[in-house]
C-alpha cells in the first residue's frame, strides 16, 4: 500500500485548483504552474525509480479489496507515459510564456492544462476500465476548454465538430464497457483479464474487442476513423496544438495497447490480424496527407497519424520485438512531434502563414531554428542515430521474425515519405529566396527557441542513448506481454 | 423486461442518430442528449433486471438489485449533464459569432470561411 503512484494525478489536479483563483495575475499563474509541474515531475521520477527496484505498483482506492474497489495500477508504461506526458507538458508551457498571449493566459489557460494533465495521467495509471472513462471525459473536458479558448471563429467551428465526435465516441465507449460488464461481471482491469482467460474464445468477446478498437480508435485517430483530426488540430494556437499532438492521441493508443494485450489475448487470429491491417492503412492514409497539403500544420498532423499506425503495428504483433519497438516508438514520437509543433509554431509566427508557398529563405536570419528543425525531422524519419530508428528498427525486426514481409516493408517505404514531408517544409521554408514579411523581435524569437531546441537536444539524447532505457523499456513489453504480472500485483495482497 | 428495454434503447439511439445527422446545431445537442440516455439505460439493462430489494444490506434481503450499473450510471449522467452543459454554451457563443446555426454552413473549406 503506497499512494507514490497517485501523487503524478493529484499534483496538477490540486495545482488546477489552486490557479483557478487568481486568473488574472499572469505572473503568480506562470510561476505557480511551473511549481506544480516539477513537483508533479518529481514524483514521477520518485516513482519511475521505485517501479525499476520493485515492480508493478498497486493502490486499491479505501481500502476495498482489488476486484470491488478501483485499482490504481502503475507499471513501467503507464509510468515511462506519465513521464514523458509531463515533461511534454513544461515544454509546452515554457513555451506558452511568450507565445499564447496574455488574453489568454488570463481566461484559465494553465488550469485546462492541469486539468488535461490529470486526465491523461490518470487514465496512464488507472487500473480500472469505468474509471478509465471517467480520466478521458476529465482530458475530454479540459481539451474542450483548451480547444475553443480564445474564441476565433474557426477555433469556434471546429471545436463544434471535436466536441461532437468525442461525445459519440464517449457514449460508445460507455455502450461497450456495459456488455463487457454483462460478460464478465467485472470492471477491475486484472479480474476481467483472468475472466476472460476463463471464458476463453467467444463470440461476444470478439465483438467488443472491435469495439473497444473503434472507441479508443476514434481517439487514437486510426483510419478511417482519424477524420476528424486535421480540422480540430489546426484549428487551435501553435501550444495547444503541439499538447493535443504529444499527448491526446497517445491515450487511445495506449488504451488500445492495454486492452489488445490485458484483455483479448483469446481469439488473436482475428483481433489482433483486424489491427495489424487498419495500422496499415493508417499508416498509407497519413502518408497520402502528409504528402498532399502545402500547410505546414497539416504535414506534421498527418505524421500523427502515421505514427499511430507504426506504434499499433509493433503491437499487433505480439512479439517482444515488437512490443519493445512499438514502446520505443511511442515515446519517441510523444517528444519528437512536441519538439517539431513548438519550431512549426516559430517558423508560421516569424512568416505570418502557415502557407509553404507563401515562406522562404529563413536559413540566412535564423540558423539555429533550420538546423534544429532538420535535426527533428531526420529524427521523425528514424536516421540513426536519432531517436526515430531504434523504435523503428524493432518494431520491423519484430515484423519479419512472426514473417509479416509486406507489412514490415510498407512500414520502411513509409519512413522515406515521412522524411519527405518533413524535408518538404525544410526546402520550402529555409531555403531559396527570402519572403519574409513579419519580423519577431530577437527577444521573443530567443524565448520561442529556447524551449523548442531543448527539447529537439532532449530527443537526441533519447535516441543516442537508448542503450541505457532498453532496461526500462523490456520491463514495460514484458508486463504488456505476460499479463499475468499485472494481474499479479493487483491480487497480490488477497490471494 | 429485457426485450422490452433493448427496443427502447435502440428506438432513443434511433432518435438521437436521426436528429444527430441534421443540420441544426440544436438538434444535434438534443440528439447527443438522447444517445446518452439511450446508454445509460443500456448500462442498467446489462447489469440485468432481476433482484427485488434495493442494494441496502438489511435483515432479511437476499434477492437484491446489482448495485454497480446504478453507480456508473450516476457517474455518466453526471458527465453527460456538464458535456451537454457546455456544447449549450458553446453553440450559443459559435450562432453569436458566426451568426449561423446551420451546419452546411460551418465546412471550413475555402469558399466558406
Redesign the interface.
Known sequence: MINLLLFPVLIPFLFAAILLFFPKKVKAQRITVMIGLLLALASAIVLLIKVKTDGVQTVTLGSWAPPFGITMVSDMISVLLVLSSLLIAIFVVWYSYTSIGEDREKAFYYPAIMFMLTGVNGAFTTGDI?NM??FF?VLL?SS?VLI?LG?E??Q??????Y??VN??S??LF??T???L??VVGT?NMADISIKLEEIGQSGIVTVIAVLFLIVFGIKGAIFPLFFWLP?SYSAPPVPVLALFGALLTKVGVYAIMRTYSLFFTTDVGFTHELLMVISIITIVAGCIGALAYFDVKQIIIYNIVIAVGVILFGASIMNDSGMLGSIFYLIHDILIKGALFLLIGIVIKITGTSDLRKMGGLMRRYPVLGWSYLVAAFGLAGIPPLSGFVGKLLVIQGGFEEGHIWQSVFILASSLIVLLSAIRIFIYAFWGAEKVVHTISPKTYRHLLAPAVTLVALTVLYGVGSEYLVPFMSDAATVLLDPSVYTDAVFRGVK | MEILMSILIGFLFMAAIYL?LSRS?LR?IIG?GL??H???L??L????LSGKAAPVLAEGITDYVDP??QA?IL??IV?SF??TA??LV??Y??YK??GTDN?DL?K?TEDN?
Open positions: 469505468f472513462f471517467v471525459e473536458m474542450y475553443v474564441g471563429k474557426v469556434l467551428r471546429e471545436s463544434i465538430k466536441i461532437l461525445i459519440v464517449s457514449s460507455v455502450i464497457v456495459g456488455y460488464y454483462s470492471l480540422g | 444527430i446545431l444535434i447527443t444517445l446518452s439511450g446508454t445509460h443500456l448500462l439493462t446489462m447489469g440485468g454497480l450499473p456508473l457517474t455518466a458527465i456538464g458535456v457546455f456544447s458553446l453553440a457563443r459559435t459569432e458566426l451546419m460551418m471550413g470561411d
